[in-house]
C-alpha cells in the first residue's frame, strides 16, 4: 500500500512539473505579427532609396553611391568595426567590393519607420555574394540604416551591418 502511494504520489509530481514546464514554454512563445508600415509613402520611398543604392553598390556606380552617404556617415560593423570618413568608405567600396560582391535584399524583410524633423530608420536583412569566391554559403544578415532628409534630399546617416557566422 505504501509503495502504491509513493508511486501515485511520483506520477502526480512529475505530471504537475510537466504541466507546469509545457505552461511556462507556452509563455515564452511570442507570435511574429506581420509588419504594416506606418506612412506607405514614406515606406515607398525609402525602399525606393535603397534600391537605388545597391543597384548602385552592385553594378559599381560609384556616383550615386556617394551621393547617397552623407558626410558625416557612422557605419557600424559588427566585424570591421566603426567607420567615419565618407572618403576612405568610398575607398574600400572601389577597392573591395566594385564587381565583386552583389547584394540582394531579402524580400519582405523591410521595416520602415519615421523620425519625426529627421527622416527615417530601416531596418531588414539582405545577403552578400562575393563573387571571387563563388562557392561561399549566402547568409542572411541584419541591418539598420538611419536616413535622413534634408529638404527632400535623403542621405544615410548612420548604418549597422551585422553578419552571422
Known amino acids: 500500500m505504501?509503495?502504491?502511494l509513493l508511486l501515485l504520489l511520483a506520477c502526480g509530481i512529475f505530471t504537475t512539473s510537466c504541466i507546469s514546464v509545457r505552461t511556462?514554454?507556452?509563455?515564452?512563445?511570442v507570435k511574429?505579427?506581420?509588419?504594416?508600415?506606418i506612412d506607405q509613402e514614406l515606406?515607398?520611398?525609402?525602399?525606393?532609396?535603397?534600391?537605388?543604392?545597391?543597384?548602385?553598390?552592385?553594378?559599381?556606380?560609384l556616383k550615386t553611391q556617394a551621393e547617397l552617404i552623407s558626410e558625416d556617415l557612422e557605419f557600424?560593423?559588427?566585424?570591421?568595426?566603426?567607420a567615419t570618413s565618407k572618403t576612405q568608405i568610398m575607398e574600400a567600396m572601389k577597392n573591395n567590393v566594385c564587381g565583386k560582391v552583389t547584394r540582394t535584399l531579402i524580400e519582405g524583410t523591410t521595416e520602415v519607420?519615421?523620425?519625426?524633423?529627421?527622416?527615417?530608420v530601416q531596418l531588414g536583412t539582405h545577403k552578400f555574394f562575393n563573387n571571387q569566391e563563388p562557392n561561399a554559403k549566402q547568409i542572411p544578415s541584419?541591418?539598420?540604416?538611419?536616413?535622413k532628409n534634408d529638404n527632400g534630399i535623403w542621405t544615410m546617416t548612420r548604418i549597422i551591418s551585422t553578419h552571422k557566422s
Do not use: M
Not at 113 to 120: E, K, L, V
Not at 142 to 147: A, E, N
Open 76 to 82: 557600424f560593423h559588427d566585424q570591421g568595426g566603426l
Open 32 to 37: 511574429q505579427e506581420t509588419y504594416t508600415p
Open 2 to 4: 505504501k509503495s502504491k
Open 113 to 120: 519607420y519615421p523620425i519625426p524633423g529627421y527622416g527615417a
Open 142 to 147: 541584419k541591418f539598420v540604416t538611419v536616413w
Open 43 to 61: 515606406y515607398n520611398t525609402i525602399v525606393a532609396l535603397d534600391k537605388r543604392f545597391f543597384d548602385a553598390y552592385n553594378t559599381c556606380d
Open 24 to 29: 511556462k514554454s507556452k509563455r515564452t512563445i
